[in-house]
C-alpha cells in the first residue's frame, strides 16, 4: 500500500506565534492533506483532490478534539469511519490506508506534548484508530445488510414471479445473483447447496466443484456458538424466517473464513419451507485488523508483557470466579532504575527493563500464572490455582528475586538489578475489588523497599490501614493549614534554681475533622516529606512569638517570658530561615532574645558551614540556639565548640533512671559529666521528662539549668502559664 512520505525529522518545527489556534488549524490541514492523497485514488467520487480534502478537514478536526478530549471518547473516531462509508471511501485499502495515516501523523500533527505525554498519546492515537475501524465496519456491514435485504426480496420476487414471465425474472434474478458483491448460495431444506455465485465461490477458494453438491451440515466449525444450529433447526423446519449470525468456515486449503451470515426461508406459492437462502459478507480481513489493534490496546509496546487494561481484566475474572480458587499477586518495583535511566540514559533503561520482562517471563510458565507491566519499572505477576495451594505466591516471588539475581550486561557493563515485591494472596470470590487488591500490594511492596530492597513483603491489613491514613493525611494537610486545623500547646521551661517559669516550648497539634487532636509525631514526618514543613513551620513560629509578645507585655515585672519553638531539618535547609524569622520578629515587637530555636542534635550531625551560617546568623542577632535530644545523635562532643548553640537539652533517656530509689550512680556520672563540660562551653542545660520531685531535686544538685515536664505542667493552653508564674515549681 503506498503512503504519503513522512517529512524527514521528527516532526513539525516548533512554532511560537502569539496565536496558537491558528498553528493548530493549520497542522490539522496539513494532516487533512495527507490524509486525502492517501485515500483519493482508491475512492469512487466525482470531487476533485482539493475538494475532496476539503470534505476530509471537519473529520480532521474531529479526529484532533478526540485526542486531547477530557474525559477521552472514542465516538468521535466511529463516526469518522462512519462518514468514510456514506462517503462512499469503501474500498478496503481506503480503511487501510486512513489507519496508517492515523497511527503515522495524527499526534505528529495534531498532538500538543504539553498537554499530554508521548506515550498518552501514542495510546490514545491506538484507540482512536480501534474506534474509528469499529465505526467503518459498522457502517459497511449496515450497508450491506441493507442491500443483502434489496437482494433477498429481488430473488423471492423473481422466484414467486417465475411462471408469469420466466424469462425476464430469471435474467433479473441472475443479474442479482451473479454480480452481487456479496456470496449467495441457495440449498433445499436438506441442506443440499443448489447454487452459489461466483462471489461465494472466490470466497471458498474459487472452485465451485468443492461447495456445490455439499451439505450445509458440513461446515461445522469449533468456534461456532450453540445458537448457529440451533437456529438452523429452527429455521428449516419453518418456525423462523431468518437469522444471522457471526461464522467461521474452513477452506479447502485449512484456512479460515470469517463471515457475516444472513440465512433466509423461502417459501413456495402455498406458504411451505421449499429453501433457504444464504448470503455472506467476508470479515476475514477486518476480524484480523480488529484482534491486530486489540493487541496492541492490551500489550504493552516495549516489552511485549501484557499492559494494565488486559491485567486488570484478568484479576475482575479471577476475583469473580469463587469456587475454591486461591489468587496470589505479586507487585514488582525496581530499586534504583531511576539511576539507571539518569546515568545511562532512556534507551539503556528501555532495555534492561526488556530483559527484566523476559526473565519475568521464564520463571512465571506455571498453569494459571501471568506477569504484567504497570508502566515504567513497576510490573506485576498473577498465579491462582486451588484454594490448597496458599504459598504460591511466596514461591512466585521467590523465583521472581532469583531471576533477578544475576546482572545484566548492557553496553559492556554488569548492571545489578534488584527489586522490592509486594504479595497480596486470598481466596477468590471475596469483596475485595481489583483496585482494592492492586493497592494493598502497592502499598506492601513500600514497605519491602522501605525495609531494604531485594526482598518481598506480605500484606497486613492492618499495616495497609496505617499506610491509608497516612496517605489520607498527607493529603490532607495542605487545605488544614488554610482552615486553621492547627494549634499550638505549651508547656512550660522551669528554672531548677529558684522554680520560676523561664519560659514555654511550641508543641504544633492538628485537630483533625475525623482522627481527632493529633500529635507533631503523627503528622511532622508527613509535612517533611511533602514540604509543607516550611510553611507550617512558619506559622508555628508567628503564632509562638506573637504570644510570648503578649505573655511579656502582661507580666512585665516578672522578666521576659521565653518561648521555644522547633526548628525540622528541611528548615535549617530553607534558604529563606533568617529572613522569615527577622521578618517575624520585627512585625511582633519581640525581642530576639526571648526566642529560642531548637534543632535536634541529629540535623546537625556532620554539619557543613554553609548548613551553620545562618544558625550563625541568628545567634548573631541574639537568638538562642538549643540542642535539642542531645546524646541520640552520637556525635563527637568536640564538635560542641564550633555549633553556634547556647542551649543543650539533655534527652529524658539519661535521666529516667533518676525517677527510681536508689539513683544509678552511672546516670549521675553522665548526668553530671555533660553538664560540666556544657557549663565549661558556656552553655545552658535544660533538661527534659522531667516527672517527680526527686528527679528535679537531683537534677538541681548536679546543676542543671532548666527542666520541663509532667512534674511541672503537661502541655497546654496559653493561658495555664498565668497560673504556673504564681507559684513555686518545685
Not at 422466484?159 to 443479474?175: N, V
Not at 513551620?537 to 507580666?555: K, T
Request: glycine residues 10%; charged residues 25%; aromatic residues 6%.
Amino acid at each position: 500500500m503506498s503512503m504519503p512520505v513522512r517529512p524527514s525529522g521528527s516532526g513539525p518545527e516548533p512554532e511560537e506565534p502569539e496565536d496558537l489556534d491558528l498553528v493548530l488549524e493549520d497542522r490539522i490541514r496539513r494532516f487533512a492533506t495527507i490524509w486525502s492523497r492517501a485515500i483519493f485514488p482508491v475512492t469512487a467520487t466525482s470531487l476533485t483532490r482539493p475538494e475532496f480534502e476539503l470534505h476530509l478537514l471537519p473529520w480532521a478536526r474531529e479526529l484532533s478534539d478526540a485526542l486531547h478530549g477530557r474525559p477521552f471518547d472514542t465516538a468521535p473516531a466511529g463516526r469518522v469511519g462512519a462518514a468514510l462509508v456514506a462517503a462512499h471511501c469503501t474500498d478496503p485499502d481506503a480503511l487501510s490506508r486512513t489507519l496508517g495515516v492515523v497511527e503515522s501523523y495524527l499526534v505528529l500533527y495534531c498532538g500538543r506534548p504539553a498537554q499530554d505525554t508521548a506515550e498518552e498519546l501514542r495510546a490514545r492515537s491506538a484507540r482512536l484508530q480501534h474506534a474509528l475501524a469499529a465505526g467503518f465496519a459498522r457502517a459497511l456491514r449496515q450497508r450491506t445488510l441493507t442491500e443483502q435485504e434489496a437482494i433477498a426480496r429481488s430473488a423471492l420476487a423473481a422466484r414467486s414471479l417465475a411462471e408469469e414471465a420466466l424469462h425476464a425474472t430469471e435474467a433479473r434474478f441472475r443479474a442479482v445473483f451473479d454480480g452481487a458483491a456479496v456470496g449467495i448460495g441457495i440449498a433445499d431444506l436438506d441442506g443440499t447447496i443448489l447454487e452459489v455465485n461466483d462471489t461465494l465461490t472466490r470466497m471458498f477458494g474459487g472452485l465451485e466443484t468443492h461447495i456445490r453438491g455439499r451439505r450445509t451440515t458440513d461446515w461445522v466449525h469449533p468456534e461456532d456458538g450453540p445458537q448457529v444450529w440451533r437456529m438452523y433447526g429452527e429455521l428449516v423446519r419453518g418456525e423462523r424466517d431468518h437469522y444471522r449470525v457471526e461464522k467461521p468456515y474452513y477452506r479447502g486449503d485449512g484456512t479460515v473464513l470469517w463471515t457475516n451470515l444472513t440465512v433466509s426461508l423461502l417459501r413456495d406459492a402455498d406458504g411451505r419451507p421449499q429453501y433457504q437462502l444464504a448470503l455472506m459478507e467476508d470479515t476475514t480481513e477486518r476480524r484480523l485488523l480488529n484482534l491486530r489493534l486489540r493487541y496492541e490496546a492490551t500489550h504493552d509496546a516495549l516489552t511485549g508483557l501484557p499492559n494494565r487494561t488486559l491485567f486488570f481484566e484478568r484479576l475482575d475474572k479471577v476475583l469473580a470466579a469463587g469456587g475454591g480458587t486461591r489468587f496470589g499477586l505479586c507487585y514488582l518495583d525496581l530499586d534504583g532504575f531511576k539511576a539507571i535511566n539518569d546515568s545511562l540514559g532512556h534507551s539503556a533503561g528501555d532495555r534492561l527493563l526488556v530483559e527484566v520482562a523476559d526473565r519475568l517471563q521464564s520463571c512465571a510458565t506455571r498453569p494459571g500464572e501471568m506477569v504484567a507491566r504497570l508502566g515504567g519499572d513497576e510490573f506485576v505477576a498473577l498465579t491462582t490455582g486451588p484454594a490448597s495451594d496458599e504459598d504460591e505466591a511466596g514461591e512466585l516471588a521467590r523465583r521472581i528475586l532469583h531471576v533477578l539475581s544475576s546482572p545484566i550486561r548492557l553496553d559492556g557493563r554488569e548492571l545489578a538489578v534488584r527489586g522490592s515485591i509486594g504479595v497480596v494472596e486470598g481466596p477468590a470470590g471475596g469483596e475485595r475489588s481489583a483496585a482494592e487488591v492492586l493497592r494493598s500490594a502497592d502499598i506492601t511492596m513500600y514497605r519491602a523497599k522501605s525495609a531494604g530492597g531485594n526482598r518481598f513483603e506480605r500484606a497486613d491489613a492492618e499495616a495497609d490501614a496505617r499506610a491509608i491514613t497516612r496517605h489520607g493525611l498527607t493529603t490532607a494537610l495542605p487545605a488544614a493549614l488554610d482552615r486553621g486545623e492547627f494549634f499550638i500547646e505549651y508547656q512550660p521551661l522551669v528554672h531548677l534554681g529558684d522554680g520560676t517559669v523561664h519560659g514555654a516550648e511550641a508543641l504544633v497539634r492538628w485537630c483533625h475533622p475525623q482522627h481527632g487532636v493529633l500529635g507533631p509525631d503523627r503528622f511532622i514526618p508527613l509535612a517533611e516529606h511533602t514540604g509543607l514543613i516550611v510553611p507550617l513551620g512558619r506559622w508555628v513560629l508567628q503564632e509562638a512569638v506573637r504570644q510570648a509578645r503578649f505573655w511579656n507585655r502582661s507580666h512585665s515585672d516578672g522578666g521576659p517570658l521565653r518561648i521555644n519553638v522547633n526548628l525540622s531539618p528541611t528548615q535549617l535547609h530553607h534558604p529563606g530561615l533568617v529572613a522569615d524569622t527577622v521578618d517575624v520578629l520585627e512585625r511582633s515587637g519581640l525581642d530576639p532574645g526571648a526566642l529560642c530555636l531548637e534543632v535536634t542534635e541529629s540535623a546537625l550531625i556532620g554539619a557543613d558551614e554553609d548548613l551553620l551560617k545562618p544558625l550563625r546568623q541568628l545567634a548573631e542577632m541574639g537568638v538562642d540556639i538549643a540542642l535539642d535530644d542531645f546524646g541520640t545523635g552520637y556525635s563527637n562532643l568536640a564538635n560542641l565548640r564550633r555549633l553556634p548553640v547556647s542551649v543543650l537539652k539533655l534527652d529524658r533517656s539519661f535521666t529516667q533512671g533518676m525517677q527510681t530509689h536508689p539513683v544509678d550512680p552511672v546516670d549521675l556520672k553522665i548526668v553530671e559529666g555533660i553538664v560540666s563540660l556544657a557549663h565549661s562551653l558556656q552553655l545552658a542545660v535544660t533538661v527534659e521528662g522531667v516527672e517527680t520531685g526527686a528527679q528535679a531535686e537531683q537534677l538541681r544538685e548536679l546543676g542543671c539549668d532548666t527542666a520541663q515536664g509532667w512534674y511541672y505542667a503537661r502541655p497546654g493552653a496559653p493561658d495555664r502559664i498565668h497560673s504556673l508564674l504564681l507559684a513555686d515549681a518545685i
